[in-house]
């Protein structure tokens, strides 16, 4: 099943003759709208016209998210402000938020890109859809919404928090898809066991589920305790929102990014050096048909690799892998290098442990400490304390071997670490603030 079929199967060479004409006229636009895309391409000594084929797009400079923090508030914005409808932001975890504008296009665009994705799901028309993903400047409600409605789907627009209600609300409305981040999906299921309502007497049947970084371990927790199938939705403001790239309910191998409007790259983060297909590195996306802020190379700092392999969904737009982790994320312990989302991988593999952590890492002396905190299932905690310290030297030797990185498991009462209604907070580095 489709949404635009046209669009989602065309052959590549149509595709990338497609992106080539799009790709030239984003770049007069932003050469001759935004002055620091004058400026860069200048400096760089490129005009917007010696770009006559998809390779010449390496010439270009790449933008950064310090490029558009410089810029604040709309020094990006490649259109007039009285042609901007909507306008989000980013909440980093420093400074001044990350500013977006979309004009009308922009905003009938992304909700197509939302259907699509929705369909590539297995979500259609008919479906309700339990939209709590946050409303506000964060993308992800608004943009989740508008694709729901773009579909013809009924759509809840219920946001993050209040969970006992949320539940309520899902039962009594029957709801069939739920959009949410994976984390908060976890709470849900806690609450409601915690009510006496049982998962596998709802009627949802699918969850998209993205805004943070989760493993394929965690998918299976998901599911089981949801009772439905989950799918990985990718995207970030800069670039759109939820929606640039999904994984189809078919192949759950991967996920489509949507490239008649999209151009991913994928660079060593070090060296900018453009990197073979299927080799993991960090993700670089040009928009090609966004008017409000067009973005040309933008690096994401999000880690993947890409292919071009076809899928048995019949979309014929590259896939990336889900996402290991940020480049700025990544945890260097003594020298060793470990995403979050390995060491989730490696607890959620490990019976009477939760899917709820924390890692918090340290510096004595010379030092880096990496101590794990992390959840026991309800069932172990009476027990007698020999189980518990057997398992956290079980935690402590699956890191070692599986990561080579060594730890302290900290095994602490069911339900202590703070859930999140969003995007789930797994990391405190201590070592910044000495
Ligand atoms: O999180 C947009 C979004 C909303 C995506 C709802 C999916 C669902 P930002 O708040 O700008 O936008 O954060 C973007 O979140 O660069 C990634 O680091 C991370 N991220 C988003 N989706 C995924 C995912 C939204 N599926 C940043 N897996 C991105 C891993 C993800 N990380």
Redesign the pocket.
């Known amino acids: 099943m489709f949404f635009n079929e046209e669009f989602e199967t065309l052959p590549r060479q149509a595709l990338e003759a497609v992106q080539l004409k799009r790709l030239q006229s984003t770049l007069e636009r932003v050469y001759a709208n935004v002055p620091f895309y004058k400026a860069s391409f200048d400096s760089a000594g490129i005009k917007p016209s010696v770009v006559n084929c998809l390779a010449d797009l390496q010439k270009l400079p790449f933008t950064t998210k310090q490029d558009m923090r410089d810029s604040y508030p709309y020094g990006l914005f490649a259109a007039p402000m009285d042609e901007i409808v909507r306008i989000h932001a980013?909440s980093g975890t420093t400074g001044k938020p990350t500013v977006v504008g979309y004009t009308q296009k922009d905003i009938s665009t992304w909700s197509e890109l939302m259907a699509r994705s929705f369909v590539a799901a297995g979500a259609h028309k008919g479906d309700i859809i339990h939209n709590a993903?946050g409303y506000g400047l964060?993308?992800?409600g608004l943009?989740?919404h508008y694709g729901a409605e773009r579909l013809g789907a009924s759509v809840i627009p219920i946001s993050g928090g209040n969970t006992k209600r949320q539940i309520m609300i899902m039962q009594d409305f029957g709801s069939t898809v739920l959009t949410c981040t994976p984390s908060y999906s976890l709470f849900m299921a806690e609450e409601a066991q915690a009510e006496g309502i049982d998962f596998q007497k709802l009627k949802l049947r699918v969850g998209i589920?993205?805004?943070?970084?989760?493993s394929e371990e965690m998918r299976g927790e998901i599911e089981q305790k949801l009772n439905l199938t989950a799918i990985?939705?990718?995207?970030?403001?800069?670039i759109m929102?939820?929606g640039v790239a999904i994984e189809c309910i078919e192949a759950k191998s991967g996920l489509h990014i949507w490239e008649d409007h999209f151009i991913p790259e994928i660079i060593n983060p070090e060296t900018g050096e453009l990197l073979p297909e299927g080799e993991r590195g960090e993700l670089v996306i040009t928009t090609i048909t966004k008017q409000g802020i067009p973005l040309i190379r933008y690096r994401?700092?999000?880690i993947t690799s890409l292919t071009y392999e076809p899928c048995i969904c019949g979309r014929t737009h590259a896939r990336i892998a889900?996402?290991s982790g940020?480049s700025d994320d990544m945890l260097i312990i003594r020298g060793v290098n470990v995403f979050p989302s390995q060491i989730e991988a490696v607890l959620v593999s490990i019976e009477g442990i939760e899917p709820h952590y924390m890692l918090i890492v340290d510096r004595q002396g010379t030092m880096d400490t990496l101590t794990v905190q992390v959840e026991v299932s309800e069932h172990l905690f009476s027990d007698e304390i020999k189980v518990l310290q057997a398992l956290s030297r079980r935690v402590e030797k699956e890191i070692k071997d599986m990561l080579g990185v060594t730890c302290t498991a900290k095994l602490v009462e069911p339900k202590t670490i703070q859930r999140s209604e969003g995007?789930a907070k797994r990391v405190t580095d201590n070592r910044k603030l000495s």
């Open positions: 980013s993903y964060f993308t992800g943009g989740a589920f993205g805004a943070e970084p989760w990985d939705i990718y995207g970030l403001s800069e929102g939820p994401t700092r999000d889900r996402m940020r995007k």
